[in-house]
Structures are given as C-alpha cells and as structure tokens.
C-alpha cells in the first residue's frame, strides 16, 4: 500500500486541454470519488491512472516510484491495477465464467480455487446462473455486473471504477455499494471511484473531488462538500438546493434565519449581492408571520417518496422544496428559510 | 518498453529484413551494379526506353481496372454471402474461393473456346462466329478482366472477415432512421467496411501487378505489353546484361506499389474506427422478392468463373490428344492412369506442394499475430515504410523474386556452409518472403478495428503482451488470420513462377509440373494434374469445415 | 560414384530417356539434371554465375545463340569431340565449345478442317489467311527469335515479309505451346511452330498436321556444351561424346526427333531428309542482331 | 397516432423465456415507463417493439396494422419509430453533426433546414461544441448525449428510450427530463421509456409498468404504484421501505398508527402473518410513550441532504427511516409508525 499523488497533472488531446494542473495526494487505503459534469475529464484521470495514456505534463507516483511523466511510463500490467470500464470491455470471445477469471488465469492460480473465487464474485453480482454466456447474451445490466466482478476477484493496490453502477436498478445498487464496502475493507485497496450519482459518492467516498472542465473546484469530505460547498456552480451541482442572490456578505459562513430574511429583504434594493446556498429542507411552510416570505408555487413534481416544489419569490427568484403532499401550480404560501451558507462568487 | 515486446520486435524486425527487405535491396544492388557514367549502362537503357514506359502505363491500367473488377467481385459476393438470408450461404462461398485453383490460362483458353468460332455450343446453336474473327478477349480489358477474377477471393476474405464483425446495433440505429436496405449498405455498412475493402484491394492490385500468366496468354497476341511481360522478354534475349536490366524494371515495379501503397495509407487513414464490442448475431437483410434473381446472378457469374472453366479443364483432360473431340469413342482416363501410375514425380509434386502450403500458411499465420499487434503500435508513416516493403516481393514478378534468391543464396550460408539452394528450404523461404503481405493484410485491417478497451482490460488483468496477444488479440481476429493462412495455402499450392526457378530434381512442385508437362506439349497430361489439384483443394476444404465446430466463430469462411 | 550435373531444356519424358541411357552406358556415373525452358534456365544460370558459382557441368540447350552469347562471355569449355567428324560443320562451333545433337525446325501447322492448306511461308500472306495464323513471338522465345533471323536473311522473304505477317494480323503466342493450342483448339487454324510437337501430338490423334514450307525451315540444333569451371570435366566430356556418338543419336531418333547425323534417318511422320530444306543460318552474326531484330520486330508488331 | 397493443407477447433465447405472456394497452401519445431489475427483459421488449427482434409468440398491434406476430412482421424501417440505444449505436465513421443528421439526410430534408435541427438538437444536449467530433474522441456521457439527440431530431410516431440517461449526471438529467416533457409536449408522441432510476420514471411517465424476470407485476400510475404497491417484492422494489411481517390482515389497504402498532406487538406470538409497506418519512424519532417501540441503530449512511438510517426492532426484524443528523450505531431509540400499506404475499 502507498500513498498515491497526482502532482500537477496535464492531459491534452490534439492540443486541446482536458485535465488542467491536477493536483491530487491520495492515501493509502483511502476511498476516492471523482464528481463533475459529463465530460469534465473523470474517465481521462482514471485512463492517465491506469496507464492507457501517457501524461502530458507533471507526473503520477506511487509511494516512491513514479508511474507516468513525460519521460517515464510504468505500463499497465506492471502496475497492479483493477478497474472497471465505462464501456465494460469484456472479451466477446469468453464466457462470463471466463472473462471474471481471465486475471485469476494469468497470475496462475490453480484451478480449484479459481472456480471457487469465480462462483463468489459471481454470486455478489447474482449472476451465477449466466456462468456459462457470451456477454452478447446478456442484458445491458447483467455485462456491467460481469465487468464489476472481473475486478474484484482479484486483489489490487489501487482499483478504478469507471461509473460502475450506471446501469444498475436502485436495489442492485444499494447491494453493489455493499459490496464495495466490504471489498475495500478487505483488502484495503485504494479505491478511485468514478460516478455521477451524488449520492452514491456521498455515502462510499471518504473524500470527494469535484472537477469542472478538468480543473479541481474542491476536494474534502462528503460532508463538507454538501454543506459548505466552496462556490455558486458547486453549490448547485452538488445536492440540491437553490442559490439566491442577497444583500452583501462575507464567503463561507452559515447565516441564521433571522439574518437570512434581513438579507433578502435588504437586497431587492442593492446593486451589490452575494450568494447564499439554501437546501431544500431547510425551508418550511409556515403561517403568516413576522420571518416569514411569499411565494408562489411554480411546478410540482412527483419523485416517490414526495414532491419537488419549486417556488417563485417575489423578485422572481427561484426556491426548491420538498412537500409531502402535491401542490397546486400558481398557489400563493409562506415559507420560513431556517439557515443558508455563504458562497463565494465565482472567478 | 515492455521487455517482452523488445524482444518481439526486435526478432520480428530482423525477420522483415531478412524476408521482405534484404531479396528487394539484392534486386536493387543488381539493378545499381553495371551503372556507369555512360549513357549505355543497363539501367539508363531500361529507363530509356520507351517500351519501359509503355509497359508501365499498361501495367497500371490492367492491374487497376482488374482491381476494380475484383473488387466489384469480391465485394458483390461478400455482402450478398454474409448479409443477406440467401440459400446454401456455405456452397456459394465454397465455390466463390475456387476459381482461384484453376490456372487462368485455363480459364482463358475456356473463354476463348465458348464463345471462339470452335465453340461447341455456339456451332451446335449455328451461332459460332465465323473462323479467325476478332477475340474480344486479346485486349487490355480482357486482361484485366481475369486478372480481377483471379484476385477477387483475395478482396472477398480481406472484407468478410470485416462483415462478420459489425456490431449489429450500427445498422439497427440506421434503419430506425428508415434508411433502406441500400441506404444502410451505402452509408453504414460500405464506409465501416472501407479499411478492409482497401486492404483487398490493394491485394489484388499488387497481385495483377506481379502476373505473368495471363497478360502473357492474352497480352502477347495483340502486342500488348506490361512489366511481367517485358522482363520476360528481356530474360528471353540472349544479353549479358539480362539480370541488371530485369532487376531495374523490377524496381520500377517497387516503385509502383510504394505509390500504390501511399494511396492505400490515405485510405485507411481515414477509416479506422475501432468497433466497440462484438455482436452474437449474423446480420441478415431480408431478400423477399430479390433473393431468386440474385441467387440466379451469382450462379451464373459461377458458371462463368468456375464452371466453364473448370468443364474445359475436365474436357481436356479425357481426351487423348489436345484438340480432339469428347466424345464416348474418345473418352480416356489414361491420362489419369499416366499421372498417378507415374508415381514419382506426380507423388513428390504433391506432397511438396501441400507440404510448403500448409508450412508456408502455418508459419505465416504465426508470424502475422504479433507482427500486425507490432505494425499497429508504430506511427502512421513508420508503418507505412514497413507495409510497403512488406509488399514488394509479392509485387514483383516472382520468377524476380527467385533471382533475388538465387543470388543471395546460391553459394553456401555463410559461417554454416550450409547451401539451402537446391533444397524444398529456398522455396519455402522464398513463399515466405513473397506470401508475407497477402497473410498479414487481413489481420492488419481486423486489427485496426479492434475495440483497444479489450486489450487494456487484459492487461489490468495483468497479462504481458505475449500472454495478450494469444488470449485475447488472436481470437478476436482469428477469421483474418485464416482468411489470410487460406489464402496463402491456396495461393502457393499451384505456385508457378517462384519456384520455376527455385526447384531442382526431386523439389518438384505442382506448378512445376504441370507448366513443365504444358510446355512440353503433354497439354492433357497437364489438365488431368490440374484436375486433381482443384479436386485435393476441394477435398481438404471440405475436411476443413469438419473441424469447424471447434474453431471460433467465422473462422471457416464456408461454415456459418 | 561420379556426379554430373546437367541443365537441359529437354521435355521431361525426353532429357530422362537421356539420362538413362547415359547412364546405363557409364554405370560409375550419376546424371543430377534440372529441366527447364530455355529462357527460365538461362535466367537461373545467369543468376548463378552471377554470385559466382558454377553449378552445372553440362548444358544441353534449344539453340546455338545462346551458346554463342555463353562463349563470348567466356562461360564455356572448349572440347574437341573425336565424334565431331561425322557431322556438317555448321552444327558445331570450330573450337569446340558447343555441338548440335539434333535438328528442331520451324514450319507450318494446320487445323485438319481448315479450308486452306498452305505450302509455304509466302502463303500466310495471302488475303485468305488473313487473322488465322498464329506464331511464336521472337520477343518471348528463342528458337522464334532464330526463325525470325533466318527468315529475314532469306532473299525472298526479309523484313518486308514480317511487315506483311502484321499486314495480314498474324498473331503472335507466348511459345510454340501456345501456338499448339491455339491450333489444336481451332482458334486459329494455321500456325508456325516446331516440327516435333505437332508430329507427335498428331500421331496422338490431334487433328492437326505438320507442313515443311518449299522454300525450307529454320532450325534450331539443340546443342550440348561443357561448362568452363564444371567439377567434373571427365564425366562432362563422356556425356558430350555419348550425346554424338550413333548410340546417342538413335535415342534422338527414337525420342521422335530428326537426328542431327545424316546417317541415323528420320523419325516416323517425317519426309525424307533429303525433301527436308534447311533454310541457312550464322549463329555469330544473329547474335550480333539480336537486339535490332527484336526492336524492329517489336516495332512492327506492337506498334 | 395510434395506440398500442402488446397482446399476449412471448420472447424466447435458445428456448430460454426471456419475456412471457406480457399485455400492455399503450394510449396513444402516452408516456409509458418499463422499470424492473436489471435482466427482466426491458430491453428485448424495446427491440421487439422496434422490430429487430421477431416475437416468439403473441402479437404486437398500432392501431389497425399489426406490426408482428408469429405470422408478420412490419421492418422497422417501416415503422416510423425512433430509439435510443442503451449502447448508444453511434456510427464511428461520421461526425456528432453527421450522426445527428442522418435520419433527417434519409427522410431527404434540405440542407439549410437539416443544418437548423440539429442545431438546435446538438443545443439541446449541449454538445454545440463537439460538432465536428467523432464518437470516439467524446466521453461517455458525451455520446449518450450525441445518441439523444439523433432520436430528437425527427418526429417519430414512437419513440423508444433505453436507460437513455444512465451515463449522465443529476443536473444534466434534470435538463433532459425537461427536455423529453417538452418534446413529447410538442410531437404528441407515444414513448416508452426504461429506465433504472424510479425518481426519473415517476417524474416523467404517465403510466409504469414494473417487470419481473419477464412478467408484468403492476402497470399503473406513478403515484398507485408508489403508495399501493401489490406484493412485497414490489413494495421493495419501487421507492424506499421496509416490509415488515405483523400480524395478519386483509391486503391492500391503509392501516394507520394506531392499529399498525397493536399488529406488530401481536405478531412475535404468531404463525401466521401479513406484510405491510412502511416508507422512511413515515417513521419519526419520539420521545417513550403509548405509542412507540424500541429500536437500535443498526447503520448511518450519509447521503448528502440527510442520512439513511437502518433500525432493527426488538424481534430482529429491520426498518429504514432518515434523519438530518448522524445517529450513534447501537443507540437506542423510540419510534412512532404513522401509516402503512398492506401487501398480497407474493406469488
Ligand atoms: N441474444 C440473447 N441470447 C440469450 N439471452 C439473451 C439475449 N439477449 C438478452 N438475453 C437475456 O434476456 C434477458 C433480458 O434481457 P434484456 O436485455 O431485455 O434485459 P433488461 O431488462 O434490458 O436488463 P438491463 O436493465 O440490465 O439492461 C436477460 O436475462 C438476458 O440475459
Ligand atoms: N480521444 C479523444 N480525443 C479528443 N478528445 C477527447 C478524447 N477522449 C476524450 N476527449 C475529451 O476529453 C474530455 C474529457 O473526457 P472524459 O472521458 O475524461 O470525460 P468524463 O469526465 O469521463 O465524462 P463522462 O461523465 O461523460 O464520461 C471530453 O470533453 C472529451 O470530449
Ligand atoms: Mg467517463
Ligand atoms: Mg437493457
């Protein structure tokens, strides 16, 4: 195990910059997710990482060795390295059976315990009935799972997820991250986890880091990303919640109710504004009353468990909630904003 | 670099030096060895004369037309074969790759009596033109059009192998854009397949480009030259200058398929797409109403290339004497009895052939694997220089080519004193050096369409080139490497002009005998070989598609 | 045992008969012998000598010009066989490098059911033989090169004849196989072409027969000659001296071939050897011609 | 337009069922969704209705024609549909712009007008940029985008979308999903949609149908599917709960706090016994009282606006609720059950 750094990494294809002066020190052991929009250079990271392509500038080490520069390269199969593929890259020609124990075949493992490992990995991802299918056999779902068990049957320094679960149904889901869970503490791999689903990384990750355009925006805990998220577009990419405009304030602070509805009702009349960031479940629907603001129900939609209101202040700016119940479009409420944090504007 | 992948290229790049490289610059060396300041030098002469420049533009005009004829060829019968729901799939595709068995001297001479004022049909129907009337065949265009059937089996395995890898989905997306059938051939199926189309093509074209047969059948009569021929007439003089001048027209050969390769490179340049993933299913286009008249066009284009031909053949060979006509009276099997009661030589011829073809197409399947995974990590112009000298002496004439081997190989090695002249060896190092590019195309072009996903996945896996090559990289081409092993065993099976020179008492091959048996007049001795030899093909066809079930999918191209 | 090697441009059926009976005659010496045409043998050994080694002791080749361009690059041995004396001259060169064994001509070959039956070569010129005839090209092959020298040199024929042979769109083959099959398929009903192929074929049954044109033939002599630099000259000398001897020359009879000593008489389907014109012929001075005659042929026939 | 009909379909691999005996009644211009766990045959479903796969059995009817059966079948490009591919299907020799134009280059519209739409389509899915791109230089996300587009430019009858979303992230969706509203607002077109992801399946579709290994289970609206599931299996499969046996009852319907706490003190005494649906925000922390049971934190997953919060009852048996703040593992507590849902024993 050793400490893995990314240290000022570049990566441009045909002179165009994807990934932009990354800077990244990751422990042994630790458990990274990488957030950002579509495009924004994830996949690339994990690409440079892995040793499928070369580092344009700065350098990739591991513990003391180092894995890519301009000038040195540590190919892949001398890196010990698993990963998932966002296109799964399982070999048409094998059988699931043989694709999952393709690595197991090549490190020479016997051939008993190969089977054995086979049918575990099989049975974590429930597919030990499709042992013996081609993967143009299986359904979209089912070749994710083959690609997920291919990498845990074995044991790496540093395993790779390349948005593992995209195409999996919410329970699998749940069973999957289970089973991450249990795979890192296991074997105490490092593990750089590559998704799109917030809330997946939230609840795996020991730490995140959101990119944009292929530039670190902020690197912490889940739980401090979610709550004092560093600026306006990583506020809103990361949870919900709505940005309002408000009188000036100082960046990266949480701001009481009763100074939260000072703010706004201060702003409508300034030039000069900050951002604050308010969750959804930080604002209540109350009776008239003193901290109390009006507004107007603009769309209502359904998710399960309850609606997504969202509301219109009286300048026109824009609120998100949860409601229990549905509520009709164009209705007039009050509401109470409990607490909001600070941002930074962007640069 | 990989340790292991050093070692590979390294050993691979001295073997490309040692087949393709080292008999081209020999060539060179001879053609560069009587040049003086004096205008009279060997080469100045070549180059001077204007019949060189007359036979080059002939050259060109044959090999491209019969390259766009095999290529319309080879590509009608590989979309129809392998796309569409026609009947008896394997028969058509079994009978498609024979042609390339019978001698097109053969075919020719068929021709020639079908539709000639002898022709049996035609005198029987009173339609047979008149004694001595114009030959349309005796032309440029008739060169041209054996030449390309000759070469279309090599365009129709190059683009199969391509077919049967399309991912499904690619052409499911077009037809939901209600594209039909044709729009999707044109628009999807054609461009995926374009790297594989031009790798075939630029096969044929270097294969019409070396052929001395049939320009020299059909050429000749009406005075019309091309380099083949003219080298043969230059080795025909009594000059003592022969081989320099030889090996300079041989360079001007060179010369053409370096250019002929930079178009290819453009090409392909702009055709390579890896293709993610691979589809369980053949894909099949519905012929409805079209499948009967396509089925009749393919059975008479048929009957055309194999079955007139190979009647004329049979014809010939149960007469007793050349010209005679088959009737019950005349019908003999004694040329047969002669061939097979002869034992010695037809025996010898045999088993050397089949044992150099299937050495030659074993050897160089092998040696494509990791020399194609290698060419395919080069940069683009590095690969170019290579492929094309890769192609140079399956461009130039072979009876060229064995002066190449004569020359390097006629004194004993060096340091061994070891002679490998006059043994079946130089033959089969000359096979070697001449086969290399028709093997390794196909797995070129299967290769570049490979997804790189799969190979990166195996070696997270951990596996060291080698250990990849073989698990994953071979399989997933395996249909390239054995369309280009085929066609090397059915090429080099009745080879003739490489081992012409090359043989000696007891190396006879089958393209030895039967042109030695043809020159000396036993003409019906000569078909009733042929005969055989396209019946032992046939047969060791057909014992292929027993193995099949336990080869991957698509590797015996008349088994689905 | 010795070891001889020889390079013949026999037919495969003939240069064994030869082996055999040299070899039954000199039980202490094995024939090793390669086979080919004349112009493939030619280029092979050109390509040995070239890199310096000599491989074969005897050569046993269609035509004299050859031999000629072999001893002016300095290629033969000279040997003075006691045989030489029972044959004319002209078949032999006057040092000794290269002797004739047998007398292959070029005349006319006709389709059996062919409206015409032309007697000599002045014939394919006739309006009636326009587009039927087919020969040998000189460009492809020697013995049509040697025929095309003879033909010109001849008074009555000369180049203007050949100009004329183009007038009349005679084509030109590969080689007298060619020019066999042409006429045994009925393609073209006359051709020119060497004595014993059509001889031979039509005693198969081939509808086709064998004319010696009045004004006479061209021929070629098939010579034998030594090697300079042959391993074994001993062996070398005995197989020159056996191709010459009567014994040698029977088996040229017998192989169907017009024997190259007056005394042996002619095979069967030949006319006598006195009916037999041999138009004249300098091998020296042809090869001196060569490359005019073929550009002037070229010229005339691919334009 | 026109509506519909799978009357009685059955899919067979290699005389595997893979779909049996399905019948869905699709209104014309409705928005329908397939959800179902990963493997239950969404995706052959499409296919078939798409026309690349025959069925085995039944047939499948819009309006008057019979599209296929056993008998018939109409080719797809016949058909006037259009289809997002879970693999995307883009065409590698042509750039995003080309494979965005091409249903458009077929159906023969003019250049400048083609130029427009696609455009505007490429606008949609913001990839104006990547234009001149081919799939290959473009991230994942960035070619599900590209195969969107292709299947918004024209203005098919149908309209199939396999997991169209799966490779984007949240905020991405979101646009997306306002993106299909509107499109099936403007062209009136039936769509069917698979998706993985219940929240976007709820928001979107007018009516779902939940399958099971190739079975339909309930088809629907959002909210009967959500708050009156049928059996266990799909109380536990559409939104978050937790089933909990008590003791026996009619299935579905209502049973509110009162009687669900005397059901599940009856039942640790019991053999025989119902299941109920209780959801998360039905369970609320209260202090001990009369209406209350005990429970211990079994797990605390943070889930970025709240934590997921796994409670085991006295009798082992577990049940998920959330809450703002972590919870110490092992703390007791006391909880009060609102409502629950009935369920029918599976079959
Ligand atoms: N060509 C095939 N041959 C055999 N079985 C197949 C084939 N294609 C699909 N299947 C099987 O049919 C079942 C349904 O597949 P389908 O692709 O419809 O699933 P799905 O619901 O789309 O799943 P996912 O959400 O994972 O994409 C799967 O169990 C799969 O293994
Ligand atoms: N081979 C390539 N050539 C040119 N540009 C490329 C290439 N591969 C990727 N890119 C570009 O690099 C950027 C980053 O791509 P990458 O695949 O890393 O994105 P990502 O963060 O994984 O996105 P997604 O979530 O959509 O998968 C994208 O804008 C993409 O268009
Ligand atoms: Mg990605
Ligand atoms: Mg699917």
Redesign the pocket.
């Known amino acids: 195990m050793a400490r893995l750094v990314l240290d000022n990494i570049h990566k441009s294809f045909h002179g165009e910059s994807v990934v932009k002066g990354l800077n990244l020190t990751i422990e042994p052991g630790e458990f990274v997710a990488l957030l950002g929009p579509s495009g924004c250079g994830k996949s690339t990271i994990l690409r440079m990482l892995a040793g499928f392509e070369p580092v344009s500038d700065g350098k990739i080490l591991h513990g003391d060795i180092c894995l890519s520069s301009s000038k040195q390269h540590v190919s892949t199969e001398d890196r010990n390295f698993g990963m998932v593929f966002q296109s799964y890259a399982l070999w048409p020609h094998m059988s699931v059976k043989d694709n999952v124990g393709y690595p197991l075949k090549v490190q020479k493992i016997k051939s008993d315990e190969r089977d054995r490992r086979i049918q575990e990995a099989l049975e974590i991802v429930q597919l030990e009935e ?1 042992a013996g ?1 081609l993967p ?7 070749r994710q799972r083959v690609a997920l068990a291919r990498s845990l049957v074995t044991e790496p320094d540093v395993v790779l997820f390349d948005e593992p679960l995209a ?1 999996l ?1 919410r329970h699998l889901r749940a069973k999957m991250e289970e089973t991450f869970r249990a795979f890192h503490k296991r074997t105490g791999a490092t593990i750089v986890y590559v998704t799109h689903d917030q809330s997946e990384a939230m609840s795996l990750a020991d730490r995140i880091a959101v990119l944009k355009k292929g530039e670190l925006v902020q690197w912490g805990t889940p739980q401090a990303l979610y709550a004092t998220p560093k600026n306006t577009w990583l506020a809103n990419f990361i949870g919900r919640g709505s940005v309002l405009k408000v009188s000036e304030i100082a960046p990266q602070q949480y701001v009481n109710s009763t100074d939260l509805h000072d703010l706004i009702e201060r702003y409508s009349s300034e030039q000069v504004f900050s951002s604050v960031l308010v969750r959804p479940q930080d604002i209540n629907f109350v009776p008239i009353g003193d901290l109390s603001i009006v507004v107007t129900v603009n769309n209502c939609i359904f998710r399960g468990e309850r609606y997504d209101v969202e509301l219109t202040l009286e300048d026109g700016q824009k609120l998100l909630t949860y409601n229990d119940m549905p509520m009709t479009v164009n209705s007039q409420h009050h509401i109470r904003l409990e607490q909001a944090w600070s941002l930074e504007s962007e640069s | 670099m990989d340790s292991q992948l050093r070692w590979l290229s390294i050993g691979l790049f001295v073997l490309i030096a040692a087949l393709s490289v080292v008999p081209s610059l020999r060539l060179l060396v001879e053609a560069l060895s009587q040049v003086t300041l004096s205008a009279s030098s060997p080469l100045a002469e070549v180059l001077r004369s204007e019949r060189t420049w007359i036979a080059l533009g002939n050259s060109f005009y044959t090999s491209g037309l019969g390259t766009l004829i095999a290529v319309l060829l080879g590509c009608g019968f590989g979309f129809v074969t392998t796309l569409t729901n026609i009947r008896g799939r394997a028969i058509w595709v079994f009978c498609f790759m024979l042609p390339m068995m019978i001698p097109p001297q053969v075919t020719a001479l068929s021709w020639l009596q079908l539709f000639g004022p002898a022709s049996p049909i035609l005198n029987t129907l009173g339609l047979a033109p008149a004694l001595g009337s114009p030959q349309p065949m005796y032309s440029a265009e008739g060169i041209a059009l054996l030449l390309g059937i000759q070469s279309a089996p090599l365009v129709y395995l190059a683009l199969r192998t391509q077919l049967i890898a399309l991912p499904q989905d690619l052409l499911e997306a077009a037809q939901l854009a209600k594209a039909s059938p044709f729009r999707v051939w044109i628009d999807i199926i054609v461009p995926l397949c374009r790297s594989a189309i031009v790798a075939g093509a630029a096969l044929a074209f270097v294969s019409s480009l070396g052929n001395f047969g049939i320009p020299a059948m059909l050429g000749i009569p009406a005075g019309y030259i091309v380099l083949p021929t003219l080298i043969y007439q230059q080795m025909a003089g009594f000059g003592n200058d022969m081989l320099s001048q030889v090996a300079g027209l041989s360079m001007i050969i060179a010369l053409l398929v370096l250019a002929g390769m930079l178009l290819q490179q453009w090409l392909q340049q702009r055709s390579r797409y890896s293709l993610l993933g691979h589809t ?2 053949s894909i099949s286009f519905r012929l409805q109403r079209w499948r009967l008249p396509l089925e009749l066009l393919l059975a008479s284009i048929l009957c055309f290339i194999l079955v007139a031909p190979l009647f004329a053949l049979i014809v010939s060979s149960l007469v007793p004497a050349l010209g005679m006509p088959l009737t019950l009276d005349t019908l003999t099997f004694s040329a047969f009895y002669e061939m097979i009661s002869r034992q010695g030589v037809t025996k010898r011829a045999f088993e050397n052939s089949v044992f150099l073809a299937f050495v030659s197409a074993f050897v160089l399947m092998v040696v494509s694997l990791p020399l194609g995974y290698l060419l395919m990590r080069l940069p683009m112009r590095t690969r170019a220089v290579i492929a094309s000298l890769i192609e140079v002496p399956y461009a130039i004439p072979g009876i060229v080519l064995a002066i190449a081997f004569i020359l390097l190989f006629a004194k004993p090695l060096p340091f061994i004193e070891v002679s490998l002249y006059g043994t079946l060896g130089i033959i089969f190092l000359a096979y070697l050096s001449c086969f290399l590019s028709v093997c390794l195309k196909p797995v070129l072009s299967a290769m570049s369409q490979l997804d790189p996903a799969l190979e990166e996945a195996a070696q997270l896996a951990g596996a060291r080139p080698l250990k990849r090559l073989v698990d994953i990289i071979l399989p997933l081409t395996a249909p390239a490497f054995f369309a280009g092993g085929l066609l090397v065993f059915l090429i080099s099976i009745n080879e003739l002009t490489v081992s012409a020179l090359l043989w000696s008492a007891g190396n006879e091959t089958l393209g030895v005998l039967i042109f030695n048996l043809d020159e000396s007049g036993d003409s019906v001795l000569a078909s009733a070989i042929a005969v055989l030899v396209v019946m032992l093909v046939a047969g060791l066809m057909s014992l292929l598609s027993l193995f099949a079930p336990r080869l991957p999918k698509g590797v015996i191209p008349w088994h689905d | 045992q010795d070891v001889l090697t020889l390079y013949t441009s026999q037919p495969n059926k003939d240069a064994q008969m030869t082996v055999d009976a040299f070899e039954a005659a000199n039980p202490n010496i094995k024939v090793e012998w390669v086979r080919d045409g004349t112009t493939k043998l030619m280029t092979k050994l050109r390509a040995e000598l070239s890199s310096g080694v000599v491989k074969p002791d005897v050569l046993l080749i269609a035509d004299s010009v050859t031999m000629e361009s072999m001893v002016s690059d300095g290629y033969l041995e000279s040997y003075l066989s006691p045989n030489r004396a029972e044959y004319e001259d002209s078949l032999y060169s006057d040092k000794g490098y290269y002797y004739g064994t047998k007398l292959i001509t070029s005349g006319i070959v006709r389709h059996k059911n062919a409206p015409q039956s032309p007697t000599d070569w002045s014939d394919f010129i006739k309006p009636a033989y326009k587009n039927q005839v087919a020969m040998p090209s000189p460009l492809y092959s020697g013995a049509a090169l040697i025929h095309l020298a003879t033909l010109t040199d001849e008074k009555t024929l000369g180049w203007n004849y050949y100009e004329q042979l183009h007038t009349n769109q005679v084509k030109a083959q590969g080689g007298n196989g060619g020019v066999l099959k042409a006429v045994a398929s009925g393609t073209k009903p006359y051709g020119v072409i060497v004595d014993f192929l059509a001889i031979r074929e039509a005693a198969k049954g081939s509808p086709i027969e064998f004319i010696f044109p009045k004004t006479g033939v061209s021929m070629v002599t098939e010579p034998v000659a030594i090697m300079k630099g042959a391993k074994n000259k001993a062996a070398a000398k005995r197989f020159v001296d056996f191709l010459l001897s009567k014994e040698g020359q029977q088996l040229v009879l017998e192989q169907g071939y017009l024997p190259a000593r007056g005394d042996i008489g002619v095979p069967a389907g030949f006319p006598k050897r006195d009916d037999i014109r041999l138009m004249p012929f300098d091998a020296a001075k042809t090869l001196e011609n060569n490359e005019a005659n073929k550009t002037r042929f070229s010229k005339i026939f691919e334009g």
Request: proline share 0%.
């Open positions: 499709y299918r143009a056999q299986l359904s979209g779902g089912q195409n149904d | 369980a299913q």
